[in-house]
């Protein structure tokens, strides 16, 4: 809804959030996740080993395109601040480019390649230079895309509500949403992948010429067989992900008021500039998301290579998420007892203790693997979700330095940081591979050997690194000055200000 300086009280920005609104706030990021999360925890996969892209090309082009995507962010949170509709400033983002999002997804892990079908309809081919050109320019687009649906979707829980309760059920429900996504997306993906590796074909040394001609068909099979499985599910997703989509801006209302529908660049910058909490928080979410993005690319082969199957990914994914289900529905409660800074401070303890462990479990000992990586993602699920709710809280600061209210520029600010930590977690994440050795699968060679530098970088992004992030991210949050008992102040003295306007404006008519 649209509000002026007339309106008469902050009352609906603190009721209590309608069922429909918290479960389809928790469906827009369950689709965020079918488009977000299949780049991050399969498209490094999908660029080695099947379209046959070195890891090294790949780190470059994830550390690259993902500084575009961060910039990006900006651009659609200026996009959102200068943006009011009939049905809001968020809300209509998310109509608009749901599909196109999903879309470009389904691009995205179809790179014209020798052997499959591009779109699994035509035959076009590309050399090694023009696949990973198609790459760069599918995945940048994606970013701008992400960006312009992202953005209005983050930022419209602190127009949803500016209760710390129904906030924190906000963000619960968002991280609920992801989780669910995850784990959707593995155990469709990750199974289907394993049972065909272990049909890739095998040429014996001593094969004579029929085997050897027998082989390069099986090759070509196979290869599609694998594209296959990643052109059905991009497709299936854009299915889901745009119901969900529709749901979100559906169930979804914006109640908080505003005295300013269109904000100005400079009021933007003078929300920004004083904004201390704002500033904190991306500090410490820099260290902590690198070591977070850089596990994503790095899951599928810690499956294959040191659990000995890459269907073990579905379950890696299913330990992480499902620490993540257990702990949402009484992460309002934690917020409420511990404060939303005490949580992120501390809870980087667990993703130090199961990182360090992690990355020194003996190969092949899947089940002590699990244990320890749902150490490590009780913390991840907390802090993740935290820092959500902890943004939203930022607005309010900004608005209380300046006057003016800046969602749309607060949350690209606070989702740059995520994007550039993205950029590099991704790209140290396939850089450690190129620096370990790490083998890419071809059209001659579809299932090489790894040697051991290989597999010690795989263990280190998952775990050491991580570790590492975290005590520098607890470290610099420690100066954190906006707590939950400030936030209720600030959020008061606010709309108190916005009442007086509202006085005065109706007795100046």
Request: net charge positive.
């Amino acid at each position: 809804m649209t509000t002026t300086a007339t309106s008469p009280s902050h009352l609906g920005a603190l009721e209590k959030q309608p069922a429909t609104a918290i479960a389809g706030y928790g469906l827009g990021d369950f689709a965020m996740n079918l488009a977000f999360s299949m780049t991050t925890s399969f498209l490094l996969y999908y660029l080695t080993d099947v379209a046959g892209l070195t890891a090294a090309a790949v780190g470059t082009m994830f550390l690259v395109v993902r500084l575009w995507d961060a910039f990006t962010d900006l651009f659609a949170g200026r996009m959102v601040d200068k943006t009011m509709t009939r049905f809001g400033k968020f809300r209509p983002f998310i109509l608009w480019f749901a599909v196109p999002v999903l879309f470009l997804s389904f691009l995205n892990f179809n790179v014209p390649s020798e052997g499959v079908k591009w779109l699994g309809v035509f035959e076009w081919q590309l050399d090694d230079a023009g696949k990973l050109l198609y790459a760069y320019l599918a995945y940048a687009i994606l970013g701008l895309v992400y960006s312009l649906i992202n953005i209005p979707y983050g930022s419209l829980a602190s127009a949803m509500t500016q209760s710390v309760n129904e906030r924190a059920k906000l963000v619960a429900s968002r991280a609920f949403g992801s989780a669910i996504g995850g784990v959707f997306l593995a155990y469709v993906v990750a199974p289907q992948i394993s049972a065909l590796q272990k049909t890739a074909p095998k040429l014996a040394a001593d094969a004579d010429a029929a085997a050897k001609a027998a082989y390069e068909a099986a090759k070509i099979v196979y290869r599609q067989n694998v594209q296959n499985v990643f052109t059905t599910t991009t497709l299936l997703f854009i299915l889901i992900g745009s119901v969900a989509y529709f749901l979100t801006f559906l169930w979804c209302r914006e109640a908080v008021v505003r005295t300013t529908p269109k904000v100005s660049i400079k009021e933007t910058f003078e929300t920004l500039r004083h904004n201390k909490p704002l500033a904190y928080l991306c500090a410490a979410s820099f260290f902590y998301l690198i070591g977070l993005f850089a596990v994503g690319g790095s899951t599928a082969y810690y499956a294959r290579y040191v659990l000995g199957d890459i269907g073990q990914t579905a379950n890696m994914v299913l330990v992480n998420s499902g620490i993540a289900l257990l702990i949402t529905p009484v992460i309002p409660w934690i917020i409420k007892k511990l404060g939303k800074k005490n949580v992120f401070q501390w809870c980087g303890i667990f993703t130090i203790i199961g990182g360090v462990a992690l990355a020194f479990v003996p190969t092949g000992a899947i089940a002590l693997a699990l244990v320890f990586l749902a150490v490590k993602g009780i913390g991840a699920s907390l802090i993740n979700t935290v820092m959500f709710g902890l943004e939203a809280d930022t607005v309010e600061y900004g608005e209380w330095k300046s006057g003016k209210r800046s969602e749309g520029a607060t949350y690209a600010i606070f989702s740059f940081t995520r994007k550039v930590t993205q950029s590099i977690g991704g790209a140290v994440g396939a850089w450690a591979l190129a620096i370990g050795g790490y083998l890419s699968a071809s059209a001659s060679n579809p299932n090489p050997v790894q040697p051991e530098s290989a597999i010690f970088a795989i263990k280190f992004t998952i775990g050491i690194l991580p570790a590492i992030c975290a005590a520098i991210a607890m470290l610099i949050f420690w100066k954190y000055p906006l707590t939950d008992k400030l936030f209720g102040s600030i959020r008061d003295e606010n709309e108190a200000r916005k009442i007086a306007l509202a006085a005065e404006s109706v007795q100046s008519d």
